[in-house]
């Protein structure tokens, strides 16, 4: 795919040399966390080590190296997902990023009456921080349902859009499905309706290009661990209007322009929603992840998924008794499973055994767990630096450990 020699890139992910168990480490787990290429951990490294000094407080040149370094990626991921700068807040992650919107922009406008529609496979990052407004606020909780191949169904979901429907939260990408979402669809039949649209964009960023304005939405939320860069990092992006009606969610120092005790000016956006020193270092890291992934292009990095994705599959249909939940027509390259006779955990802790990593459990996916009717499911979720290598040995640890277990 695009000529690009995928053993190379491999070769820059240091961690993936490891041994588990005395077995090579086939690491299935990236929707979980990224692994980082030498190019992060470098950038974080040369941080700390020859300009670690806080950002826009400071005119010594220690404190414009951090700063511009810490705005670049501001550029740098602007620029990745077609936004302009002064629209992107850098956050903790997606968690934080949502929480924000919930708090400043949904809880002093909700009211009793008012609904928030979400869908069945959101994430609890993008159900519980608005069942904690809408508890305050008297607003309720809709549900837009999925069809048992794990696609939402678009024709309940736009006759869900009710006129007392405020908010939209729709996943771009389900982390325990792989179901990508018509999100550009979806966001122009809420805008149309007057419905404000958050996208959980947490396992979309990592896997495919991604263009916000083209998608429409009024709120985008990512993760920087899950593109290759380190953890504690992430952003919203918002429509220029809304942060500037937004409050501040937090206050502190970095977020305002000037403080007196009986009122305080904030700083402009995106600086208005930054109290206090960020994960400087975190930032410049997921900057030169945004350069890394940049290098492969984000198209590269999708067929090159896609190619490993449908090789897994197929592999997997191979073994008797194995279930794949979630099978919709496009997909991200996850693969949530049962075996039957075998538990979620069981499975992944022998299969560890073998060095492979899965995640086991209910993936912070409840309501989903709950429309299957099943506690948990592994997954096994690829990224760009796999190899076709690993899936076959994935497929036989998983033979393996069938036999044991069944
Ligand atoms: N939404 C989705 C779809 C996710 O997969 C995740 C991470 N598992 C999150 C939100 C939360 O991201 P974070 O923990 O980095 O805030």
Known sequence: TGGIDWARVRADFPLLAREIHGKPLVYLDSANTGQKPEAVIAAVDEFY??????VSRAV???????????EAS??????????????????????????????SYALPRLKP?????????????NIVPWQLVAERTGARIKVAEITPEGELDLDAMHAAMTPEVKILGVTHVSNVLGTVNPVREICREARRRGIVSVVDGSQAVPHRAVDITAIGCDFYAFTGHKMCGPTGTGALWARREHLETMPPFLGGGEMIREVRFDGTVFNDPPHKFEAGTPNIAGFIGLGAAVDYLATLGMANVDAREQELLAHATEAMAKIDGLRIIGTAKEKAAVISFLLEGAHAHDLATLLDLEGVAVRSGHHCAHPLMQFYGVPATCRASLAFYNT???????????????????
């Open 49 to 54: 080590r020859r300009h670690n000094a806080n």
């Open 60 to 70: 010594h040149t220690l404190g414009e190296e951090a700063t511009t370094a810490y």
């Open 74 to 103: 501001r550029d740098k991921l602007a620029r990745h997902l077609n936004v302009r700068r002064d629209e992107l807040v850098f956050t903790s992650g997606t968690t934080l990023a949502i929480n924000l919107v919930a708090y």
């Open 113 to 125: 009456g008012d609904a928030i529609l979400l869908t069945r496979m959101e994430h609890h990052a």
């Open 388 to 406: 076709h290598e690993e899936i076959e040995r994935f497929v036989a640890a998983l033979g393996k450990v069938r036999r044991l277990l069944v």
